[in-house]
């Protein structure tokens, strides 16, 4: 019977210091819980603030498109050989104010995608949030995409096609694509410039906004807030 009552003192007494010592390891154990769900929707939404704010809005600006190689918008492939004619005849500059046009109506529109973009990070669930933090260096670029695709081009495209007049590009436009289909032996083009440009305007926008994702997600020094700093650390965990 002693021996039984020692056996059972023995084992209460070690649990209860095993016990002791978890209960003395829980502060240290939930500083490695990397973020809550709070923080993860907080710190990705951030983010995606981050890039609009950084990226998408340097498009806005005069030259925005037109001089930034990786979003510059270039002629349509049936265009092309518009391009290329004219400049064999000697109207070089008249080709180059045309392209320049179609970006100059992009840089306008984009400054319809905020308000946008706004709503849609505003509505992100945290199963959204999630699932982008522990994706790929797109993910969140992606998530943008399916929530305001059709949106921004319902808002590019109006703005796209009263800047074309706005500036005179639909009646430069005109001007090329005449001056093009009276040239012998050619094959008469006349595309739909509004809505060749809205996309290409979209594809920039997303294009930005993933350069300034993969920085955050990448580059530690990127992150330029503590709330970027401790969320992005789970990724790089996982």
Same mark, same amino acid.
């Given at each position: 019977m002693k021996k039984i009552l020692l056996f059972a003192l023995t084992f209460s007494l070690t649990s209860?210091?095993?016990?002791?010592?978890?209960?003395?390891?829980?502060?240290?154990?939930?500083?490695?819980?990397? !973020?809550? *769900? %709070?923080?993860?929707?907080?710190?990705?939404?951030?983010?995606?603030?981050?890039?609009? !704010?950084?990226?998408v809005s340097k498009l806005t600006a005069v030259d925005g498109f037109y001089k930034n190689e990786a979003v510059k918008i270039l002629l349509p492939e049936e265009l092309q050989k518009v391009d290329a004619t004219l400049r064999k005849v000697g109207l070089s500059s008249l080709a180059d104010e045309g392209i320049k046009m179609l970006n100059r109506a992009a840089e306008d529109a984009v400054k319809e995608a905020t308000p946008i973009f %706004?709503?849609? %990070?505003?509505?992100?669930?945290?199963?959204?949030?999630?699932?982008?933090l522990l994706g790929n260096d797109s993910a969140a670029t992606t998530y943008?995409? *399916?929530?305001?695709? !059709?949106?921004?081009? *319902?808002?590019?495209?109006?703005?796209?096609?009263?800047?074309f007049a706005k500036v005179g590009a639909d009646a430069v436009w005109t001007k090329i694509i005449t001056k093009y289909n009276t040239i012998p032996l050619v094959k008469k083009v006349n595309p739909d410039l509004t809505d060749y440009?809205?996309?290409?305007?979209?594809? *920039? %926008?997303f294009k930005m906004i993933a350069v300034e994702e993969k920085e955050i997600r990448n580059n530690i020094s990127a992150r330029t807030t503590p709330l970027l700093q401790k969320v992005f650390a789970m990724q790089d965990g996982k």
């Open positions: 209860c210091a095993e016990m002791q010592q978890t209960l003395n390891q829980l502060p240290q154990i939930a500083s490695q819980i990397p !973020t809550s *769900g %709070v923080d993860i929707s907080a710190g990705l939404k951030e983010a995606l603030n981050k890039g609009i !704010t950084q990226q %706004v709503s849609a %990070v505003k509505n992100m669930s945290f199963t959204d949030a999630k699932n982008i943008l995409q *399916g929530s305001t695709t !059709t949106a921004l081009y *319902g808002k590019f495209n109006p703005v796209i096609k009263n800047s440009t809205t996309n290409q305007a979209l594809s *920039g %926008v």
